[in-house]
């Protein structure tokens, strides 16, 4: 079953841990058994429809500068499955934050030049089951971003720059081993008050 988790929402983790002395406690020393796959990164066109890319206005049609959102869709797996036992409570794990970096289409490009700065983002808490898809919307694009080189050249002009956000996601598991994940998404950025979006004259 596919789980939709807002931005903002803060889910309740409720994890009892029982550490007893000697064979039963937990050990943190180790790699975790879970791993974070990112199915897809998606976005929204100009329209609202969902596509697998962003296009991000530099400036809205009431004047505001705001953010661009888009979403990743995960599913944490088992590094080595049990096929007896199965996976335990232990093996969800839990998001925390996410970096956006962007390139430009053909490699690194200069942040704050010819791209936009890089950002660390905060997720609130999301709990992703095991096996189970879960779909997490993220800030990709800051209102500040929007308002320095090369984004706020954009305003008023018909240019629209094609960039690649590199989205890295970090959480843990239940026993509190980092994991970690990586994806990337094609944004296209530029002042759609003037440059129409497809399929607009």
């Known amino acids: 079953m596919k789980k939709i988790t807002p931005i903002f929402k803060v889910l309740a983790v409720a994890a009892a841990f029982v550490v007893l002395a000697g064979c039963n406690s937990i050990s943190r020393t180790t790699e975790s058994s879970s791993m974070i796959i990112i199915g897809s990164l998606t976005g929204t066109t100009m329209e609202g429809e969902t596509a697998a890319f962003l296009q991000s206005d530099v400036l809205d049609s009431d004047g505001l500068v705001r953010v661009s959102t888009a979403t990743a869709n995960i599913t944490v797996r088992l590094i080595n499955p049990d096929p007896i036992n199965g996976p335990s409570q232990f093996n969800d794990v839990v998001l925390t934050n996410y970096r956006v970096t962007y390139e430009l289409p053909t490699g690194p490009g200069t942040p704050g030049t010819d791209v936009p700065l890089p ?34 050249g954009l ?17 843990h598991d239940l026993t509190d081993h980092p994991v970690t994940a990586t994806g990337y998404l094609t944004i296209f950025f530029a002042d759609y008050q003037v440059v129409p979006a497809p399929g607009q004259k």
């Open 155 to 171: 305003i008023g002009t018909s240019t629209v720059l094609e960039r690649r956000a590199k989205i890295e996601i970090f959480g």
């Open 119 to 152: 950002f660390d983002g905060n997720f609130s808490t999301v709990l992703c089951p095991v096996d189970e898809a879960t779909s997490v919307p993220f800030v990709a694009v800051l209102e500040a971003a929007k308002m320095a080189a090369p984004l706020v």
